[in-house]
C-alpha cells in the first residue's frame, strides 16, 4: 500500500472513531451535566455549518450561494437539512441520552437496510443476495440489541427503539435526497448549508436558548468534541480519507464507529454490554460490509 493511501486509511479511521467519541460526550453531557439536548443539537449545527460554509466561502468563493437561484434545490436543501440532518442529530442525542452511545450508534447503521426497503417500495429495485442478507441480519441483530438487558416487557427500551430508528431515517434521508445537489453543487457547500439551515429551523421549533447544564472544565471539552473534533475534524478527516482510498473501503473502515462509540462508552462511562447485545451489534455492523463488499464486487 503507497504511503497516500496509509493516511487514506489513517484519516478515515480517525473520522470514524472521532464520531465515536463524539457520541460518547453527548451522553457524558446528557447524563453527567443535565445538559438540554436540544440546546445542544442548535449549537452543534448552527456552529458547525457556519463554519462549514465559511470555509466553503474561502474555497469556491460566492458560487457556493448558487444552490439558492433554483427553487427546487432550495426545497431539496430544506429537505436534506431539516428531514435528514436535524432529524438524525436529534434523535441520535435522545438515543444516546436512553441507551448509551454504543447501543444508539449501532441503531443508526440500521439505514442501509432502510435504504434497501425504500427502493424496493419506491422504484421497485429488487435488492441483491448481499442486500437480502443484510436486511435479515440487521433486523434479527435489532431484536437481539434490543434483549441487551432482557426481554421482559419491563425492560424492553420501546423509546430507545423509537429514537433509534428515526435516527436510522434521517441518516438513510440525508444519505438519499442530496445526491443530486451534492454532483451539481459540492460537498461543503450543500452539507453546510443543511447544518446551518437545519440549526436555524432547530433553534426556532426548540427555542432554547439555555443549556441548563452544569458548566465545568469537563462540559467545556465535551461541548468541544462534540462540534469541533466530532463534527467538524471528523466531517474533514472522512472525506479525505475516501477520496484517497475510495468509497467502499471508507465505508467498511467506518464500521469502526459503534465500535469506537461502545469503547469510549464502556471505558469512561460505564456501558455495560452482554453477549446478546454485543452479537446484535456486530449483526448490524455487518450489514455494512457486506453491502460493500458487494458494491465492489
Known amino acids: 500500500m503507497k504511503r497516500y493511501e496509509v493516511i487514506g486509511v489513517l484519516l478515515t479511521l480517525l473520522g470514524a472513531i472521532l464520531w465515536g467519541v463524539s457520541g460518547a460526550s453527548v451522553q457524558f453531557l446528557s447524563n ?3 445538559m438540554n439536548l436540544e440546546w445542544l443539537v442548535t449549537m452543534r449545527l448552527i456552529t458547525a455549518g457556519l463554519l462549514t460554509v465559511i470555509y466553503a466561502w474561502f474555497k469556491y468563493g460566492n458560487a457556493i450561494f448558487d444552490v439558492f437561484r433554483n427553487l427546487k ?3 431539496g436543501l430544506i429537505v436534506f437539512g431539516v428531514f435528514g440532518m436535524a432529524l438524525c442529530q436529534y434523535t441520535y442525542f435522545k438515543s444516546i441520552a436512553l441507551a448509551g452511545a454504543g447501543i ?3 441503531l443508526q447503521y440500521l439505514a442501509p437496510s432502510m435504504i434497501i426497503i425504500y ?14 442478507i443484510s ?6 441483530g435489532t431484536i437481539c440489541l434490543m434483549g441487551n438487558d432482557g426481554f421482559s416487557f419491563e425492560s424492553f427500551p420501546l423509546a430507545v427503539l423509537m429514537w433509534g430508528l428515526l435516527s ?4 438513510a434521508v440525508y444519505s438519499v435526497s442530496p445526491v443530486d445537489l451534492l454532483y451539481k453543487y459540492g460537498t461543503l457547500p450543500i452539507v453546510g448549508f443543511g447544518m446551518l ?3 436555524i429551523v432547530a433553534a426556532i421549533l426548540f427555542h432554547q436558548p439555555n443549556s441548563y ?27 479525505e480519507g475516501v477520496k484517497r482510498i475510495g468509497a467502499v473501503p471508507g465505508s467498511i473502515l467506518s464500521s469502526i464507529e459503534p465500535i469506537s462509540a461502545a469503547f469510549f462508552g464502556w471505558a469512561f462511562l460505564d456501558n455495560q454490554f452482554s453477549a446478546l447485545g454485543l452479537i446484535g451489534m456486530a449483526m448490524i455492523i455487518a450489514t455494512v460490509i457486506i453491502i460493500a463488499l458487494e458494491k465492489r464486487n
Open 168 to 171: 436510522a431515517v434521517g441518516v
Open 135 to 140: 436486511v435479515i441480519l440487521a433486523l434479527v
Open 32 to 34: 453527567f451535566r443535565d
Open 73 to 75: 434545490d432550495i426545497v
Open 119 to 132: 427502493m424496493l417500495a419506491r422504484y421497485g429495485k429488487r435488492p441483491s443476495k448481499g442486500e437480502i
Open 197 to 199: 439551515l437545519s440549526g
Open 213 to 239: 447544564a452544569l458548566w465545568d472544565v469537563w462540559t467545556v471539552i465535551g461541548c468541544f468534541n462534540v462540534v469541533f473534533l466530532g463534527t467538524i475534524v471528523s466531517f474533514n478527516a472522512y472525506l
Open 104 to 106: 444508539a450508534t449501532v
